[in-house]
């Protein structure tokens, strides 16, 4: 049967075929490209030019069924890039960050016009794939765009079946052992960066992809990435040389402070002094929120006897700006006066004229006088005079 020209795409069969099989969302889709193929059919789909792997037999197969594009006329010759591929497939339905491209650089599809080789379709191209080559090759890594160039096979196999391979085969064990060795570097990363060594935790999920890939590792590993202040949800890099090529795998991971801080031992209603009885000092918990701009408390003594300014529940971390001074003055309320000078101090009564805190400057009427002046609150009921000067009503 004589192959149509790109001007002979059949689209009503690809929109028959796109109707069938569809697309769905996927966690992980593992995409091995080939070098070249001969294409027995008019419509070239992802199956002709890539080994699959996703989530399924079912999903595998319909993604081996997804068309793709329209043959090339005979004796001529189409090259598709990863990148191509991965538009095709996000056209259909597929989401991008789904996509994990391995293998060739480029894909050939057809022949030119000199045919030198013969193919028994693609199922001679995947037994070739799966034979290892003398000498082998070196294997494909991801990069930036999908993939970097190189063959799919090598001494001990395609990197799709090693793929596989560890897959079947890591156990809990492993997984967490190599989850174990991303920990390590990345709290040695955060304690460089933050300057705190032994008070930063983290963390993470590692995906069974990127955990296949970490075992095969050949190097250490190295964090990059994330920003200061270096604490909640970063996004970070980790690098490291594998059997497979040079390797970046992205990382998200919470991180957050262990120093022991105030916390509240129970719920803590606005206005309410603060006890030893509703505070303690701990090490935070990993959810724990620590909001920027927040002075933290590290000791008891920083946070008794003050008020707090909002509600605060079990658990949550006691912030400077959650603990007022207490209230040492009411308004109208009569108050004592002291100032001192040349070793006398003097006593005056006065009436305030609003409420004031712990600290804070307030102003008082003198009793008799009417003078008003400006003190400061040093205990209940009782202020000092700062610098003397009054201020005539």
Same mark, same amino acid.
């Given at each position: 049967?004589?192959? *149509? %020209? #790109?001007?002979?795409?059949?689209?009503?069969?690809?929109?028959?075929?796109?109707?069938?099989? /569809? =697309?769905?969302? $996927? @966690?992980?889709?593992?995409?091995?490209?080939?070098?070249?193929?001969?294409?027995?059919?008019?419509?070239?789909?992802?199956?002709?030019?890539?080994?699959?792997?996703?989530?399924?037999?079912?999903?595998?197969?319909?993604?081996?069924?997804?068309?793709?594009?329209?043959?090339?006329?005979?004796?001529?010759?189409?090259?598709?890039?990863?990148?191509?591929?991965?538009?095709?497939?996000?056209?259909?339905?597929?989401?991008?960050?789904?996509?994990?491209?391995?293998?060739?650089?480029?894909?050939?599809?057809?022949?030119?016009?000199?045919?030198?080789?013969?193919?028994?379709?693609?199922?001679?191209?995947?037994?070739?794939?799966?034979?290892?080559?003398?000498?082998? *090759? %070196? #294997?494909?890594?991801?990069?930036?765009?999908?993939?970097?160039?190189?063959?799919?096979?090598? /001494? =001990?196999?395609? $990197? @799709?079946?090693?793929?596989?391979?560890?897959?079947?085969?890591?156990?809990?064990?492993?997984?967490?052992?190599?989850?174990?060795?991303?920990?390590?570097?990345?709290?040695?990363?955060?304690?460089?960066?933050?300057?705190?060594?032994?008070?930063?935790?983290?963390?993470?999920?590692?995906?069974?992809?990127?955990?296949?890939?970490?075992?095969?590792?050949?190097?250490?590993?190295?964090?990059?990435?994330?920003?200061?202040?270096?604490?909640?949800?970063?996004?970070?890099?980790?690098?490291?040389?594998?059997?497979?090529?040079?390797?970046?795998?992205?990382?998200?991971?919470?991180?957050?402070?262990?120093?022991?801080?105030?916390?509240?031992?129970?719920?803590?209603?606005?206005?309410?002094?603060?006890?030893?009885?509703?505070?303690?000092?701990?090490?935070?918990?990993?959810?724990?929120?620590?909001? $920027?701009?927040?002075?933290?408390?590290?000791?008891?003594?920083?946070?008794?006897?003050?008020?707090?300014?909002?509600?605060?529940?079990?658990?949550?971390?006691?912030?400077?700006?959650?603990?007022?001074?207490?209230?040492?003055?009411?308004?109208?309320?009569?108050?004592?006066?002291?100032?001192?000078?040349?070793?006398?101090?003097?006593?005056?009564?006065?009436?305030?004229?609003?409420?004031?805190?712990?600290?804070?400057?307030?102003?008082?009427?003198?009793?008799?006088?009417?003078?008003?002046?400006?003190?400061?609150?040093?205990?209940?009921?009782?202020?000092?005079?700062?610098?003397?000067?009054?201020?005539?009503?």
């Amino acid at each position: 049967m004589k192959r *149509s %020209t #790109l001007t002979q795409f059949p689209i009503a069969m690809a929109i028959c075929l796109l109707a069938i099989f /569809g =697309s769905s969302d $996927l @966690l992980a889709i593992d995409i091995v490209l080939r070098q070249k193929i001969v294409p027995t059919k008019s419509v070239v789909v992802l199956g002709d030019i890539a080994d699959i792997h996703a989530d399924g037999e079912r999903e595998t197969r319909r993604l081996a069924l997804t068309p793709l594009w329209p043959v090339p006329a005979d004796g001529e010759q189409r090259f598709v890039t990863a990148r191509e591929v991965r538009d095709q497939l996000v056209q259909h339905g597929y989401e991008s960050a789904d996509l994990h491209f391995y293998g060739a650089s480029q894909v050939a599809i057809g022949w030119k016009a000199d045919r030198s080789t013969t193919h028994a379709g693609n199922r001679g191209l995947t037994r070739a794939m799966r034979q290892p080559r003398a000498g082998g *090759s %070196t #294997l494909p890594t991801p990069s930036g765009t999908g993939f970097r160039s190189g063959s799919t096979t090598s /001494g =001990s196999g395609t $990197l @799709l079946n090693r793929l596989q391979k560890t897959r079947h085969f890591l156990t809990a064990v492993q997984r967490d052992s190599l989850k174990d060795q991303v920990h390590e570097a990345l709290i040695a990363y955060l304690e460089a960066a933050t300057g705190k060594p032994g008070t930063i935790d983290a963390e993470f999920q590692l995906p069974t992809r990127h955990g296949n890939l970490l075992a095969l590792q050949t190097t250490e590993l190295t964090i990059s990435g994330g920003r200061g202040p270096w604490l909640g949800r970063q996004a970070l890099m980790v690098e490291f040389q594998s059997e497979a090529g040079p390797q970046k795998l992205p990382l998200r991971a919470n991180v957050w402070d262990t120093t022991p801080v105030v916390m509240a031992r129970r719920a803590i209603s606005r206005g309410q002094l603060l006890t030893a009885a509703d505070l303690v000092v701990r090490s935070p918990r990993h959810d724990t929120q620590r909001l $920027l701009g927040r002075v933290q408390l590290y000791s008891l003594e920083e946070a008794l006897g003050k008020e707090a300014s909002r509600s605060i529940q079990a658990g949550e971390n006691v912030t400077a700006d959650a603990c007022l001074a207490p209230m040492m003055i009411d308004r109208s309320q009569i108050v004592t006066v002291l100032s001192a000078g040349g070793g006398i101090v003097v006593r005056r009564q006065a009436k305030a004229l609003a409420k004031a805190r712990q600290g804070e400057m307030a102003e008082v009427e003198l009793i008799g006088t009417k003078e008003r002046l400006a003190a400061r609150v040093v205990g209940p009921g009782r202020l000092a005079i700062s610098d003397g000067r009054s201020t005539p009503r």
